[in-house]
Every structure is written in C-alpha cells, then in structure tokens.
C-alpha cells in the first residue's frame, strides 16, 4: 500500500517538473533538471514568508500546489506541441546502439540500483533525524511551520533562527501529505529511491557534456563515481557517506545534488552561447541551495563565487564575474535575515 | 594564526581520514593539467577546486568562514571540492586514450586497490541493519506512542536516552520532557539522572510531575532506586524491554 502512494507521488512528481522544465529545454533530462529547479525555487520563495507570518502548513500547501498546477496548465497549453518529441528520439537512440554498449549501461544501471537498493531495504540510524524528520512530522499533525520545539513539542519562545531559512523538511512533509504517506516513511524508506538515483542522474548529465554523449564512457563515468561512492565512507564527513547514509537530509542533497548542478549549469555556461536560460537556472538554484540547508546559504556563493572566477578568466570577461554575483542574490539577502534573527 | 593553521590541518585529517582518495584527486588534477585538449577542463575543474583549497586553506577566510558555518562544521567547505568528479572523469579518459593494454589495466588495478584500502566501505553490518518497520526507527518508539495515545489525549512523556530521537519521528503531537537537548534545569538533572547506573526514582518522579509529565517510561536494564508507585506514578503498562507508568 506504502510503495504504491509511493510510486503515484513519483508520476507526479515526474510529470510535474518535465512540465515545468519544458519551456527551458527540448531535452529531456534537461528539462526534468530544470523543472526540478523551479520547483525547489518556488517553493523557498513562498514558504520564507509564510513561516514570518505564521500562516498554517494547510496554507502553505494550498498556495504551493494552486501556483505549481498553474504553472503546468499554461505549459501544457503552450508546449502541447512539443511535450511529447522529446521522447521520440530515445527508442530510436537505443536501437543504434552497439550490444556491449548497451550492455556497459545495464551494469552501470545495475549498479546504482543496488546502490539504491540496499538504502531502501536497510536501515541506517542517524540521530540528526530527530530535529529533520521530527520537523516535518510536526509539520503534517500540528498544521504548523517551526511553530513546535520538535524536541519537547512545546511552543518556541524565539524562532530557530539556523533552521527557519532552510525549511527542507517542511518540503517533505508537503511532498508526502500528497498522496497520504508518513513523511518518516517517506524520508527513510522511499525518498532514496527518489534522490540517490537523481545524484546520479546530475552526474549523467555532466558527463554526457564532458564526453559529448559518448554513451559508453559516460556509463564508465558512472560506474567510477558509483566506486568511488561506495567505498568513500572512509570518515562520516565525506558527501558519499551523506549520500549513502543520510540522503532524505537537506545536507545530504546540497552535498550530492545541488553543487554537481552548480557545476552542470557552469558547463552549459561555457559551452553554449545561449546563456540566459542557464544564467536564471543558477539564479534559482540559489533559492534550491538555501532551501535545502542553512550551509547553502554560505557554500553556495563560495561555490560559485570560485567557478565564476574560473568562467570570468576563460571567457575574458568580467560581466560573467558579475553575472555569477547576480545568482547569490537570494543567498546574501537570506544571509542578511539569518543574521538579524540570530542577533 | 596558529590556532586557524592547527584547525585547519586537522578539519582536513579528519575529512580525508587514511584514504587515498586524495592522492588520486591530486593525479588527476595532473593529469588535466599536463593533458594538451584539456583546456575546458582546466577551467571548470581544476580551477575552482584550486580557489576552494586555497580559500579552505588561507587563515583569514578560514577563520572568516569557521566563524559563520561554525568550526565544528568547517570541514563542509570540502564538499565543494568535486573530488570523485574529477577521479572518475581522468580515469575514464585515461582508459580510453591508453591504447596499451598492460597500461591501461595496470591503472585500472591501482585506482581500484587505492580505493578499496581507503577503509571505507559502506555496506557493512555496523552502517546498515536489518528495519524493524517501515519507519525504520525502533518497534518500541511506535507501541509507546500508539499505547499512551490511546490511553490520553495530551501526553507528556519521559522516555530513556536510546529512544529520545524517535519518538517525535513517529508521532509529532506528543510532548516529551526532553529531546536530545535538555534545556531547562530540571531537564539537565533528570536527563543526568536518568543516564545513572542506580536511578534515584525521588528526583525524575518529582521533578517530572514538577513538569507535568504523566507518563515515564524505562528500560527494563534501568535499576530503579525505588519503585515509581511509591511516588504518586501507577504501573500501567509492561513491554517487551520496557515498562511504563501513568502519573495517577
């Protein structure tokens, strides 16, 4: 009964960010990364006020998912023409492809499955779950936002000023008030089978630039970085424990998902002339970064603070310099919030 | 300076522990590096990773960045190294553009014997067990809280330190004397107390109903001072490794 509440919030979720990413791209996996984007980002840019007015999570969640059906209405409207060609292509893709490619992309496939698997099956305790999911738990059976110290279920005297900027968790309890799951259910059991394959997805996308589309070497890619991964739990610091470990945890995604799309959206940056597309997703990963954890609010300008350094000396120019200034924006004036919060 | 130096040096031993993945991070900058068709790469990998390191390393960021992410945290600076990125993206071109095959695999060898004596393995018995439920927190959690709903509305519950992260996971409306943190002063000393080999029962029965905390549950391993029933507290229900009781 879980697994398939589970599997209709994973259509959902699927047809609602290809909807959304679609007017950014023709590409498939293009447009699923981008529709991912917008939805993180209106989500952090709705919910930041709502906790400051202390509106109920039942609000919250009408206004995200009338603004998120809109959204896909006009885009069915104005891409009905395209919304399905994309997926021409990958049966006619497949079919020209040599056996033991195919069969290096079963076993890079295999890999991350099990990878995936074992996450799912097993369980690994982590006691930073008792702040992450306790949040979004209270979310779903108090209709509240940070209004509960999730550790003694009493009122907060002051708002927790470090956690208030990053309300990830109230984004799972969104996620899973959908189709009527338990968000612990929800983050232990069913999100790995989400996040960990979309790590990993991220990274497909950033080696098909890299290897220009070389199927073979970006299943190798893969498989390296699966390695890697796997055996990468040599201290509980690294972003392959968090991955492995912990991924239902807003810290877990900044480390796995958000900065590899950083370094995605700099790859498109410097390869492609159309730029303005790739300069607002940035822009937006902003909000992503800062809605997953309070450290995306700092890392996240660092991180691209140092890869616009990098593009600004490649391209000759310092507007991209400004440019990669403009996308921390959302990360400073969040910055500047947290700091009159906390003083 | 010094200190910052000192904080810096151990936030990378600790990252990196006694793996070898930065030596293989450090061959595969080189290999970009020296590599003529690389010049995008150049760019976009190792660039950016040479101005984290540098920004991770320099003192005055160092301290800049400790003092807003917090120096217990300082060592997240290293996610932004895209370290296994790099790795994986030298090793498969290394593969491909070696066309001696004794070469390419003895590479092959010594990335995959680096990397499986780097000691970190994740799917071990001491990472993952078996679930108890689908929750994946401990049974006990679930039949404490569904037993105290069903017997009152508004619980407040004083529970043993292994259960503390898992009761608000399951149920969000309970209310519990202490989590993981204890604030108040009377939290701290039962929390303390609790945590005793003998547990003075006098202390967490009056300082819990001080608190308005109706039910107290403990482990059966917990050797109990006196019994709670002497204290105003009912015995109210036994579980399989724990044993509640109801303040009357």
Same mark, same amino acid.
């Given at each position: ?27 498939? &996996? ?23 007015l202390h509106t109920t999570f039942t609000f919250l969640k009408i206004t995200y998912f009338s603004i998120i059906i809109l959204l896909c209405i006009l885009s069915l409207f104005y891409n009905r023409v395209k919304i ?102 929800? !983050? ?30 970006? !299943? ?19 972003? !392959? ?8 945890? &807003? ?44 450290? &995306? ?7 691209? &603070? ?38 | ?11 990378? =031993? ?127 959690? =679930? ?34 004397? #202490? ?18 080999? =003998? ?33 105003? #507290? ?10 509640? #009781?109801?303040?009357?």
């Amino acid at each position: 009964m879980h697994e398939l509440r589970f599997i209709l919030l994973l259509i959902i979720i699927f047809i609602v960010i290809y909807l959304l990413g679609i007017s950014f791209s023709k590409k498939i &996996g293009k447009s699923l990364l981008f529709g991912f984007i917008i939805a993180l980002a209106i989500f952090q840019i709705i919910i930041i006020p709502m906790i400051f007015l202390h509106t109920t999570f039942t609000f919250l969640k009408i206004t995200y998912f009338s603004i998120i059906i809109l959204l896909c209405i006009l885009s069915l409207f104005y891409n009905r023409v395209k919304i399905v060609k994309p997926f021409h292509s990958i049966k006619f893709n497949i079919k020209d492809l040599p056996k033991r490619t195919l069969l290096i992309i079963l076993i890079t496939v295999l890999i991350v499955f099990i990878q995936t698997f074992i996450v799912y099956k097993y369980t690994h305790i982590d006691e930073d779950d008792a702040f992450y999911v306790a949040t979004a738990v209270a979310a779903n059976e108090t209709d509240s936002m940070f209004k509960y110290d999730v550790y003694t279920g009493e009122e907060y005297s002051k708002f927790p000023a470090r956690y208030v900027l990053s309300p990830f968790p109230i984004l799972l309890a969104t996620l899973a008030s959908i189709v009527g799951l338990h968000v612990t259910i929800l !983050s232990h059991t069913f999100l790995p089978l989400l996040l960990i394959p979309l790590a990993y997805f991220i990274y497909v996308l950033i080696a098909s630039e890299l290897f220009r589309c070389d199927y073979k070497k970006v !299943s190798i890619f893969i498989i390296v970085i699966s390695f890697l991964n796997i055996f990468g739990s040599y201290s509980v610091y690294t972003t !392959s424990s968090f991955l492995l470990f912990r991924i239902w945890q &807003g810290k877990a995604v900044l480390a796995n998902i958000i900065v590899p799309i950083v370094i995605y959206l700099f790859i498109l940056l410097m390869k492609y002339k159309k730029k303005h597309v790739n300069w607002l997703m940035l822009f937006l990963t902003a909000f992503c970064g800062s809605l997953v954890s309070s450290m &995306g609010i700092v890392l996240f300008p660092v991180l691209v &603070g140092c890869m616009g350094i990098s593009y600004s000396i490649y391209s000759k120019s310092i507007k991209t310099l400004l440019m990669s200034g403009i996308c921390c924006i959302p990360c400073i004036v969040y910055g500047i919030i947290e700091i009159i919060l906390l003083y | 300076m010094r200190e910052m130096i000192n904080m810096v040096v151990d936030t990378f =031993i600790n990252f990196n522990g006694n793996s070898f993945y930065p030596i293989l991070f450090v061959i595969s900058i080189l290999y970009i590096i020296i590599k003529k068709d690389e010049k995008f790469n150049k760019y976009l990998l190792i660039l950016p990773s040479i101005c984290i390191i540098l920004i991770f390393l320099f003192p005055i960021t160092a301290y800049v960045l400790s003092k807003i992410l917090g120096a217990k945290v300082y060592w997240r600076i290293l996610w932004l190294i895209p370290m296994i990125l790099v790795i994986a993206y030298s090793l498969t071109q290394t593969f491909y553009n070696i066309s001696n095959k004794t070469k390419k695999y003895l590479i092959l060898l010594s990335f995959i014997f680096l990397t499986i004596f780097s000691n970190g393995f994740i799917f071990t018995s001491d990472n993952f067990n078996v679930s108890e439920n689908i929750y994946k927190i401990p049974n006990a959690a =679930i039949e404490i809280c569904d037993i105290i709903n069903e017997d009152c509305t508004k619980p407040k519950i004083l529970v043993p330190k292994e259960l503390l992260p898992y009761i608000k996971q399951y149920d969000g409306k309970i209310k519990m004397f #202490y989590g993981r943190g204890a604030y108040t002063i009377d939290a701290k000393t039962v929390y303390f107390t609790m945590s005793e080999e =003998i547990v003075d029962i006098s202390i967490v029965t009056a300082l819990s109903r001080n608190n308005e905390c109706n039910y107290l549950v403990f482990n059966n391993n917990q050797i109990l001072s006196d019994t709670p029933e002497n204290y105003g #507290y009912a015995f109210f229900k036994q579980l399989k490794n724990y044993i509640i #009781y109801k303040l009357i």
